[in-house]
């Protein structure tokens, strides 16, 4: 299940930066996202979020998908 209240928002951030942190600044910008087990994706491929951007190959303007963990299935 994809999160849609998420639209053109961006973070400045470094290369060398992990995943984390940003997850970190998103979720205090969509505070509401802290009640869920949420996963992000690249191009169809989970990010680890321990790892840095450049470990994720996440590329400046690239588009990240958030996605609510579904428990009813």
């Known amino acids: 299940m994809g999160f849609q209240d998420i639209i053109n928002y ?3 951030c470094k290369i060398t930066d992990t995943f984390t942190k940003l997850e970190e600044k998103l979720l205090q910008d969509f505070p509401k996202l802290k009640d ?3 996963f ?3 191009n169809a491929q989970r990010i680890l979020r321990h ?3 450049k470990e994720n190959n996440i590329k400046e303007n690239s588009v990240v998908s958030v996605f609510i963990v579904d428990d009813n299935n």
């Open 10 to 12: 961006s973070i400045p």
């Open 36 to 38: 869920y087990e949420i």
């Open 40 to 42: 992000f994706e690249i």
């Open 51 to 53: 790892k840095t951007l």
